[in-house]
């Protein structure tokens, strides 16, 4: 069990679909993150949002557009994909650099396949 | 650019025996975790080292930091086929202040213990 909980655990879109991830935590965490995982590689960060502002946005495409709408809940939104968007796309919240010795703790994903 | 390497990608070994994953990284960093992925699921945080010479032990896992050569080590110690998994690393450089973290994970070193 994690606490950070990922809805939906799989998603098969098309590339024309729109569709939304969403992710929360009830930890206090400040801090909230997306990444995107391939098969056999390590993460990669796409987002961070900071204090429910955006602070990190990784040179991603604008077909995924971050919402943090409160300080529990982060959403990506999902627009036109391409099947090269196919991953695991991973929440992680943490309490950010204040705590440093707090982990960033991961969601157990959504698994997305673009047809 | 931050890279993170490990070495090595893949490790095949037999319960019993001990064996060390590496870490490098290239840029100076305040901290370095250690994550766990079993297939499929999430990453699982190990630890957290902070500082020069840290060092954390939990069950058969021992975590070491050398931040002057930019290394960091897992030993494994009596490796048991529970262990089997992909270890990443994940390194923040500390470039950030806005109460987030931005971290880079390494290659990942997919380890199988052999009964």
């Known amino acids: 069990d994690t606490e950070v909980t990922q809805t939906p655990k799989h998603l098969v879109m098309g590339m024309t679909n729109k569709k939304s991830l969403k992710c929360e935590q009830h930890?206090?965490?400040?801090?909230m993150y997306w990444y995107k995982q391939k098969a056999k590689k390590p993460p990669e960060l796409m987002f961070v949002?900071?204090?429910?502002?955006?602070?990190i946005n990784e040179s991603v495409p604008s077909r995924f557009s971050p919402e943090c709408p409160n300080s529990s809940l982060l959403n990506l939104h999902l627009h036109a994909l391409q099947p090269e968007d196919s991953a695991l796309y991973l929440c992680?919240?943490?309490?950010?650099?204040?705590?440093?010795?707090?982990?960033?703790?991961f969601g157990d994903g959504t698994r997305l396949s673009i047809l | 650019e931050l890279k993170v390497e490990q070495n090595p990608l893949f490790l095949s070994m037999q319960e019993g025996k001990n064996y060390t994953i590496y870490c490098n990284y290239s840029?100076?960093?305040?901290?370095l975790y250690w994550y766990r992925q079993d297939p499929g699921k999430s990453l699982e945080s190990l630890f957290v080292?902070?500082?020069?010479?840290a060092v954390k032990q939990e069950g058969r896992l021992m975590a070491s930091l050398d931040t002057k050569a930019r290394l960091s080590t897992l030993h494994i110690t009596a490796a048991v086929h529970d262990l089997s998994a992909t270890y990443f690393c994940?390194?923040?450089?500390?470039?950030?202040?806005?109460?987030?973290?931005?971290?880079?994970f390494g290659t990942g070193t997919r380890l199988t213990i052999i009964p």
């Open positions: 930890m206090g965490h400040r801090a």
């Open positions: 080292l902070l500082s020069n010479g």
């Open positions: 994940a390194v923040d450089p500390g470039l950030f202040n806005f109460g987030n973290e931005k971290l880079t």
């Open positions: 949002y900071s204090y429910e502002k955006l602070s």
């Open positions: 840029t100076t960093s305040d901290r």
């Open positions: 992680a919240s943490s309490q950010g650099r204040i705590r440093k010795n707090q982990p960033q703790h």
